[in-house]
């Protein structure tokens, strides 16, 4: 089973549209965090987390909001979309140990019409 | 205002040959840099990393070398092959302590590798 899943894997919605991204995670990490890819922009970090009290934005957070309901769990929300939100969102945690690795799950591709 | 530049934004390196990979950056702060490779439809995964105490770091046929003076690192494929093609990235942090920046990773634009037979 994976260790970070996401839900749902692709969704198509329209303008103005609220959406919610899920991340799911059996891994045990405490810090998890939200990105989004673009083609040529690489990996962007919207939101992140270090535990269910502690929520920070990352450097392009407008537009979003996330919730963190539990240490296994990092929802992320787009208010109203647009449609340069459209993109592949992926949710990654982080181990404490060396190499501190972030593991990622296979991403949600969004398209917003 | 990109923090990490990563070149070129796409090669392609016959079977057998070498792929390098090329990443620079501005924060001086950067204290951990680690590469990415991602295959269609999958997220990225850790290949190797590195910190800047060290010039050269060697996984099997992955290789980074990292020159502090110049605030460069590049990754080095040997012996490239077909099942290497994919999209690499590197990336920085402030390292992996929890601070108040904590491990916030700054990634490249990426690099789409292709190995041809």
């Known amino acids: 089973d994976a260790d970070v899943t996401q839900t749902p894997r692709n969704r198509i919605t329209k303008t103005g549209k609220r959406i919610m991204l899920e991340c799911s995670q059996t891994k045990g990490h405490d810090r998890m965090y939200w990105y989004r890819q673009d083609p040529g922009l690489g990996l962007r970090l919207i939101y992140y987390s270090f535990d269910v009290k502690d929520i920070n934005k990352g450097e392009i957070s407008d537009g979003y909001s996330v919730s963190r309901q539990a240490q296994a769990k990092f929802s992320l929300s787009l208010e109203s979309a647009i449609p340069n939100q459209t993109a592949l969102y992926f949710c990654?945690?982080?181990?404490?140990?060396?190499?501190?690795?972030?593991?990622f799950g296979p991403g949600t591709r969004l398209t917003v019409t | 205002q990109q923090q990490v530049k990563q070149s070129p934004q796409s090669l392609i390196v016959q079977k057998g040959g070498i792929s390098i990979i090329n990443c620079a950056y501005e924060?001086?702060?950067?204290?951990?840099f680690p590469w990415y490779q991602q295959f269609p439809g999958k997220g990225p995964a850790l290949l190797i990393a590195?910190?800047?105490?060290?010039s050269e770091k060697k996984e099997g046929r992955f290789t980074i070398s990292f020159n502090k003076s110049a605030k460069q690192f590049s990754l080095h494929i040997m012996d490239s092959q077909p099942g290497d093609s994919a999209t690499y990235f590197c990336?920085?942090?402030?390292?992996?302590?929890?601070?108040?920046?904590?491990?916030?990773?700054?990634f490249g634009t990426g690099t789409q590798l292709k190995v041809e037979l």
């Open positions: 924060n001086t702060a950067f204290d951990y």
């Open positions: 990654a945690t982080r181990s404490d140990k060396p190499p501190y690795e972030q593991y």
């Open positions: 590195i910190r800047p105490d060290v």
């Open positions: 990336a920085a942090s402030t390292g992996p302590i929890l601070t108040g920046g904590g491990n916030k990773l700054t």
